[in-house]
Each structure stands twice: as structure tokens, then as C-alpha cells.
């Protein structure tokens, strides 16, 4: 190929940008493609300011926020490529964020919201009333449950994966704020990182600003007795998708402390995940071996996760087998073991656990993390995103 006809194909506009986007984990190789040209210039900025993490004044992946604030002033068209803005509020002392003019902001995730002043408190309800607005990470602790609320008044419609970390006010007494069902945020996702005795009064239909009447997915850390809760029953109807982390109390006797998963209450669960944190023990076995047990006919579920650490147990996986083979389903889900040192349990291994069960392709290995949801349902909030 000669430098004419190299330099021709190189202009071709979709050509350029397929070559920008195999950059674009490399800030440095953008930042100079973006002197090249104009129309180069467009494609490697997308790159550059797709994701915005504003936490510190270190450099790396951080950016300061004064100097992030001129370059946008300076140059307000790249507004438009931020797509992913992550801020901690610790890091202001004031609210110019106000005066960005964000277009095609998808994901917004904040950290102690009710930390800063006044205006960039305003700040955050602005966010969340942009159109585009799809995904919101909330994390931090409130003042009080009113704080909470009101930082969702008047929310963008859009929103439709929430994931909220942390809501550290105590609800021993009435909310004050009422929700307007015909502005709330219709949720497909939920995730919720938080003590239960924070998050089960504002759940009710007349104070909870999210609509999680049509929810498809959900992610529970320490907390799947919400399961069993009355004011959650209808919930659990549309449900697709279930995340469960489960946290086991020292000294706790599962069969006398802990209520059991029943996934019989959820008619349309397709994919569930369960982890038991710090790793497959005997009680965490039996959580999850007294969860399969209510599986019932008919049913949905095609496909369980184990997240199971970097080893098995000979007799978790003995029960498990005999449990998921007895299941009174067809077809039989197929059951994933995520691991967290893939390298050290390889798919022979965890086959040899299982040895019905491989025969049947019912067993696999996968590594741990990836955007499983996103995968699974669509864009869910787990995942990068759009």
C-alpha cells in the first residue's frame, strides 16, 4: 500500500474512528491523535472526556476540578462527550457545577452529597433532572430522611438503574415528604448497599420517590430478608434478576437466625447470584442449599451463580449436585461458579466436583467480575453502562 493510498484510507472518517477506539484505555496515544485533525480531534475527545472522576486534586484518572472547570469553559463543546461523571463531594468547597451545560450525560455517580454547601446541593438535583440521565450512584450518608428525599424531587424520568450506598440517617420517625407518583422515575434495576432499618420506611408507595413497581433487577448486600417483607410482596413479581450478598453474623445458627431465600416468590427470576462473603463455609452452604430448595414448578430459572471463592468444598458440592439434579424443573438451570483465582481451579476441576452434572452441561466456570447483568438483561447498573 502505498503513502497515498494509506493517507486516503486514513481519512475515511469510520476508518479513523475504529483506529481511535482501540486507543482509547490510553490517554496519552488519544491526546495526540487529537492534534492530527479536526475530524480526528472529535473521535479521540470522545475517548477523553467519555468518563470524568473528579475526587482529588491527583493526577491519573482523577481530575482537579478548577482545571477541569477552565478547560470546559475554554472549550464547552467537549461537554458534550462526558458520558460517566464520578465527583466526592469532598473535594469542594463550592458549586460552579451549575454552570456546566451537560447533553448526553448517561451515568452520574456521587459520594457524600449532603457534604458540601448549599449550591452544589442544588448542584446534584440539577444533575438528576438531566434528560439523558440514566444511571445514578448514590453514596454517602444524610442528615436525615427528608435530605434524602428532596434530593430527589423533580428527577428526570429517565433514570432507570439506581444503586444506593450507605444511607446512614435513622427512620424512627414519620417522613415528612410525601412522593408525587406521577413524577417518579419508573427503576428496571435497584441496588442497595445499605442497613435495612434505613431503607424499609421510605419503600412505602407513599414516600419512596422511585417507582420499583416494574423492577427487573435487583442486588441486595446483607439484607435478603427485604425478601420476605409484605410492602415488598408485589415487588418480587417482575423481578428478573436477583444479587444477593449474603453476610453471616459471627457465632449465628443459620437455621434459628436466618430466614430462608424463598425464590418460589419470585414467578419470573431467570438469573440468580449468590456470594456469601468471606467465602463457602458450612453455613453458607446451607443458605444456599435451603434457597434451591424452594424452587418450585413451574419456574424460570435457567441460570445460578456461586461466587465460591478460589476453592470448593467436597461436601457443599456433594449436596449441591443432589440438590440441583432433584430440582422439579425442566430444563435443569445450569449452574456458574465464579472464582475468584480462576487460574488455581480450573473447568476440570470444578468438573470433577460435579461429575452428574458435567456430563449434563450443567456446571461451568467463569472468572470473577465482568458486567454479568449487562450480559444477562441489558444495560444494567452494574455494568459500564452505555
Avoid at 203 to 228: F, N, Q, T, W
Avoid at 342 to 360: C, D, G, Q, R
Wanted: aromatic share 6%; proline share 7%; with cysteine.
Amino acid at each position: 500500500m502505498t503513502a497515498t493510498s494509506t493517507s486516503t484510507a486514513l481519512q475515511i472518517q469510520e476508518l479513523a474512528d475504529l483506529c481511535i477506539e482501540h486507543l482509547c484505555d490510553s490517554p496519552s496515544d488519544l491526546k495526540v491523535c487529537a492534534m492530527v485533525s479536526r475530524s480526528w480531534a472529535s473521535a479521540a475527545q470522545s475517548h477523553l472526556f467519555r468518563k470524568i472522576s473528579v475526587a482529588s486534586n491527583r493526577c491519573g484518572s482523577n481530575h482537579d476540578w478548577s482545571h477541569l472547570l477552565r478547560t470546559l469553559r475554554r472549550s464547552p463543546h467537549l461537554t458534550r462527550h462526558i458520558r460517566h461523571l464520578h465527583i466526592n463531594m469532598q473535594a469542594f468547597s463550592g458549586s460552579p457545577i451549575c454552570e456546566l451545560r451537560f447533553t448526553g450525560l448517561y451515568y452520574v455517580s456521587i459520594r457524600d452529597p449532603c457534604t458540601g454547601p448549599g449550591p452544589f446541593r442544588v448542584g446534584i438535583q440539577q444533575l438528576l433532572r438531566l434528560p439523558t440521565l440514566g444511571r445514578v450512584k448514590i453514596a454517602g450518608k444524610f442528615a436525615g430522611p427528608s435530605d434524602f428525599l428532596e434530593m430527589w424531587h423533580g428527577c428526570s424520568p429517565s433514570i432507570a438503574h439506581v444503586e444506593l450506598l450507605c444511607i446512614g440517617f435513622s427512620l424512627l420517625h414519620t417522613l415528612p415528604i410525601s412522593a408525587d407518583p406521577s413524577t417518579r422515575p419508573i427503576l428496571k434495576s435497584l441496588g442497595i448497599r445499605s442497613a435495612l432499618t434505613n431503607i424499609r420506611p421510605w419503600l412505602r408507595p407513599d414516600v419512596c420517590p422511585l417507582d420499583i413497581s416494574y423492577l427487573k433487577v435487583l442486588s441486595i448486600a446483607d439484607g435478603y430478608e427485604m425478601l420476605r417483607w409484605p410492602e415488598f410482596a408485589s415487588v418480587l413479581q417482575t423481578i428478573e434478576v436477583l444479587d444477593l450478598m449474603i453476610i453471616i453474623p459471627p457465632d449465628a445458627h443459620v437455621q434459628h437466625s436466618s430466614p430462608t431465600i424463598n425464590l418460589s416468590a419470585l414467578p419470573h427470576l431467570g438469573f440468580i447470584r449468590m456470594s456469601v462473603a468471606g467465602g463457602l463455609h458450612r453455613d453458607g452452604w446451607q443458605i444456599i442449599l435451603d434457597a434451591l430448595s424452594t424452587i418450585t414448578t413451574p419456574s424460570s430459572i435457567r441460570t445460578i451463580v456461586i461466587h465460591s471463592g478460589s476453592y470448593l468444598d467436597v461436601g457443599g458440592c456433594n449436596q449441591l449436585e443432589s440438590h440441583v439434579l432433584s430440582l422439579p424443573v425442566h430444563p435443569l438451570p445450569i449452574v456458574e461458579f465464579e472464582m475468584a483465582a480462576i487460574k488455581s481451579m480450573t473447568a476440570s476441576n470444578v468438573h470433577e466436583y460435579f461429575p452428574t452434572m458435567a456430563s449434563k452441561s450443567l456446571v461451568r466456570v467463569i472468572p470473577r467480575g465482568g458486567n454479568r447483568f449487562e450480559v444477562q438483561g441489558g444495560h444494567w447498573f452494574w455494568g459500564d453502562g452505555r
